[in-house]
């Protein structure tokens, strides 16, 4: 939810990198929104390949060992291509994520990201465009950190685990089905906020749903309405603090 990356980043590079190998791939964006019912990019990449079996690259490629060390090398290229495009800037934080970390830098809320995205592309967000010093705070669990990717809840019980913090007393904000699944799974809390891909999705097992977080004036929600009864829980919260 730090950035709108799907549909203008990760869509935009698994083409480039299938052009850079010479695959008759383009997906689009309606086909995209389909394959992102699917957690993780690799996994990603595999179902769409054995939905073209016939074709390159798995036509050639026999054995499930070699498919799967095709489809890492090939995910390997298209972060490559993903950490350059925002390490150029050319993806802007959503509406309100700045202001959210920084209320809760101010109040010394622990914060962290949890992606089924490449733990280098989510570190590069994180560090340009939140800049050094929340980097330095601000921990990031992604990729393969966990062997199942969401909606499974392992990522978000492994940051729990690793920060110190009851899951019952973590607030997670996402921003699609798979992903308010995995927190809610994990007795978390969560606040959905819709993306363009996400808009037509069921988010109905959030706690509370958003267009955005928004920005100051036009903000939907705060820190402090987190943590506090009666803003907009159906449950009042927990405090964030052990």
């Not at 799907?6 to 052009?19: K, L, S």
């Not at 090398?73 to 298209?78: Q, R």
């Not at 899951?167 to 089905?177: F, G, Y």
């Not at 036009?218 to 009666?230: A, I, Q, V």
Request: aromatic share 8%; proline share 5%; with cysteine.
């Amino acid at each position: 939810m730090l950035c709108d990356t799907e549909r203008d980043g990760h869509r935009v590079t698994f083409n480039a990198a299938f052009a850079a190998k010479g695959l008759p791939w383009s997906w689009d964006v309606e086909l995209y929104g389909e394959l992102l019912k699917i957690g993780g990019g690799k996994e990603r990449m595999t179902k769409f390949f054995l939905d073209h079996e016939s074709q390159e690259p798995f036509a050639s490629l026999r054995s499930a060992e070699a498919r799967a060390a095709f489809v890492a090398e090939l995910h390997k290229l298209k972060t490559r291509l993903f950490v350059d495009m925002v390490e150029r800037g050319e993806l802007p934080l959503r509406p309100g994520v700045a202001r959210l970390v920084g209320e809760a830098r101010a109040q010394g809320v622990q914060i962290a990201v949890c992606s089924t995205s490449n733990e280098a592309a989510v570190s590069g967000i994180v560090r340009k465009m939140l800049g050094p010093e929340v980097a330095r705070v601000m921990r990031v669990f992604a990729g393969d950190v966990v062997p199942r990717k969401k909606p499974d809840p392992a990522i978000y019980l492994l940051a729990a685990q690793e920060l110190g913090v009851e899951p019952a007393r973590c607030v997670v904000i996402e921003d699609s089905n798979i992903g308010v699944c995995a927190a809610k799974a994990a007795g978390m809390r969560c606040v959905a906020t819709m993306s363009g891909y996400t808009a037509d999705e069921d988010l109905s097992m959030a706690d509370a749903v958003f267009d955005c977080i928004g920005d100051v004036g036009s903000e939907r929600f705060s820190l402090h309405d987190l943590t506090t009864p009666g803003a907009f829980w159906l449950n009042p919260p927990s405090p964030f603090r052990a």
